[in-house]
């Protein structure tokens, strides 16, 4: 059976020439213009042909064309921006045949339910291996840490997209808390951050890419994370209170532990 090939897509200068598209700094939106990076950001994820994959913040399609490169069965795009819709729409026109569904939503990620967005023959039990569900975005500074307490939440509970299994994450944080994320214990940047996210996932930073890679060019460098949910947490609190301990002891200059005998 013959596959259908991939379209000579524009490059992203062209398109945001093209689409008269600028990025708005109130959105903390950067575009990431080099095909490469956006090629191996892709390549860290694991996707493959028979996987559904959720963009977040797609913008001009820099992430999404690489993703296609890996024909996945399902792609779904949010974006909020609704300037990008010609770009993605034309994207999605170009790769039909390729890739069995696109599927454009234009509203805001921190309220998007995400339970019903993928299939249900893709649910694993959560011991099980991880669905072939992944997470993928360039993220825009001002809710990447937001998003991720949001979702680290949905993990602890196995509720919205991980009511279908342990699905994993890769995701641009700045190069700061990148390193945070991933920080161990005795490590300056280890903080309630590091605590929180790794007692309910691995975090694995990947890479960091240059500030210059982008237009504009932000004032950090960016770290590229992949994030696996736990099959067993590291604590047995709930959510909550968990984060709400952290968030008070990490609020203190100095912190220390101490173990009391008897």
């Given at each position: 059976?013959?596959i259908?090939?991939?379209?000579?897509?524009?490059?992203?200068?062209?398109?945001?020439k093209?689409?008269r598209?600028?990025?708005?700094?109130?959105?903390?939106?950067?575009?990431l213009m080099?095909?490469?990076?956006?090629?191996?950001?892709?390549?860290?994820t694991?996707i493959?042909c028979?996987?559904?994959v959720?963009?977040?913040?797609?913008g001009?399609g820099?992430?999404?064309r690489?993703?296609i490169?890996?024909?996945?069965?399902?792609?779904?795009?949010?974006?909020?921006?609704?300037?990008?819709?010609?770009?993605l729409?034309?994207?999605?026109v170009?790769c039909?045949?390729?890739?069995d569904?696109?599927?454009?939503?234009?509203?805001?990620?921190?309220?998007?339910n995400?339970?019903n967005?993928?299939?249900i023959?893709?649910k694993?039990?959560?011991?099980?291996?991880?669905?072939?569900i992944?997470f993928?975005?360039?993220?825009?500074?001002?809710i990447s840490?937001a998003l991720?307490i949001?979702?680290?939440?949905?993990?602890?509970?196995?509720?919205?997209?991980?009511?279908?299994?342990?699905?994993?994450?890769?995701l641009?944080?700045q190069?700061?808390?990148?390193?945070?994320?991933?920080?161990?214990?005795?490590?300056?940047?280890?903080?309630?951050?590091?605590?929180?996210?790794?007692a309910?996932?691995i975090?694995k930073?990947?890479?960091?890419?240059p500030?210059?890679?982008?237009?504009?060019?932000?004032d950090?460098d960016?770290?590229v994370?992949?994030?696996?949910?736990?099959k067993?947490?590291r604590?047995?609190?709930?959510?909550?209170?968990?984060?709400?301990i952290?968030?008070h002891?990490?609020s203190?200059?100095q912190?220390?532990?101490?173990t009391?005998?008897g």
């Amino acid at each position: 059976m013959s596959i259908a090939r991939l379209p000579p897509f524009p490059t992203i200068r062209d398109i945001i020439k093209l689409y008269r598209l600028s990025a708005i700094k109130q959105l903390s939106q950067n575009f990431l213009m080099n095909e490469q990076l956006s090629d191996k950001i892709v390549r860290c994820t694991g996707i493959f042909c028979d996987s559904q994959v959720l963009e977040i913040g797609p913008g001009p399609g820099a992430i999404t064309r690489s993703i296609i490169k890996k024909r996945p069965r399902q792609i779904v795009l949010i974006e909020k921006d609704e300037r990008f819709k010609p770009a993605l729409e034309m994207m999605k026109v170009a790769c039909s045949g390729v890739t069995d569904v696109v599927d454009l939503i234009f509203d805001d990620i921190m309220t998007v339910n995400l339970t019903n967005m993928f299939s249900i023959e893709s649910k694993k039990e959560w011991t099980e291996m991880s669905p072939n569900i992944f997470f993928i975005g360039n993220l825009p500074f001002s809710i990447s840490t937001a998003l991720l307490i949001k979702w680290l939440k949905n993990i602890s509970e196995q509720n919205g997209a991980w009511s279908f299994g342990r699905v994993q994450m890769t995701l641009t944080f700045q190069k700061e808390v990148a390193e945070r994320l991933v920080a161990e214990a005795g490590q300056s940047q280890r903080c309630r951050l590091s605590v929180i996210t790794q007692a309910w996932t691995i975090p694995k930073l990947k890479f960091i890419i240059p500030a210059s890679a982008f237009v504009p060019k932000p004032d950090v460098d960016v770290g590229v994370v992949s994030l696996i949910p736990l099959k067993k947490p590291r604590t047995h609190h709930k959510f909550e209170f968990f984060e709400k301990i952290n968030r008070h002891i990490f609020s203190f200059r100095q912190k220390y532990s101490a173990t009391c005998a008897g």
